[in-house]
């Protein structure tokens, strides 16, 4: 990771495309990473389509925008693929991480899918599936480790709801597919 690493994660308002976004930075800082995670505002209303992004890289990051050229895409919820174009500024070689039944394949680019709604649905007994691609991105891509991810869902979680995205993003490492 010689330069700024940009990942870009859609969502859908109220399934924590920004709490992912935090959740890495954290992680990657915990790894020794520089790291950052930006929110993306506007008038969002639950289930509308939303972005969060997150930067990681060995030094000091000074950039403070949205990812337009993104090296990673999360896609929380397939749905979206419908509806726009997730590969948009997607450099080239750039990863895809879906959330997903079986394979996905976005034209040129490298894609990894993960069933996190089955997941999350045995595990957490609820559709939320941001912490489970968080498993499956350091899967992907080991730009976090599992054992910094399961620290920073420690510190931001605790009892049950904490033991149970443990579960569950160790799961996802498990079963992410390319």
Do not use: W
């Not at 020794?32 to 993306?40: C, E, I, L, T, W």
């Not at 039944?101 to 069933?115: A, L, N, Q, R």
């Amino acid at each position: 990771m010689d330069k700024i690493t940009e990942i870009r994660i859609h969502g859908r308002g109220g399934q924590g495309a920004v709490t992912t976004a935090e959740l890495m930075a954290v992680a990657a800082f915990k790894d020794g990473k520089f790291s950052q995670a930006v929110p993306k505002f506007g008038p969002e209303r639950r289930g509308s389509p939303v972005e969060a992004y997150c930067r990681l890289a060995k030094e000091f990051i000074t950039l403070r925008t949205q990812v337009y050229e993104p090296d990673y895409v999360i896609v929380l919820d397939e749905s979206l693929t419908h509806s726009l174009d997730v590969t948009t500024g997607l450099r080239k070689g750039g990863v895809i991480l879906i959330n997903a039944e079986g394979k996905k394949g976005f034209g040129t680019f490298p894609t990894y899918t993960v069933d996190a709604n089955k997941i999350a649905m045995e595990i957490l007994g609820r559709p939320i599936v941001n912490t489970i691609m968080l498993g499956a991105f350091a899967k992907a891509t080991k730009l976090v480790t599992l054992e910094s991810l399961v620290e920073a869902i420690g510190e931001r979680f605790s009892g049950p709801v904490k033991e149970k995205n443990i579960l569950a993003i160790k799961r996802a490492y498990e079963e992410t597919k390319a």
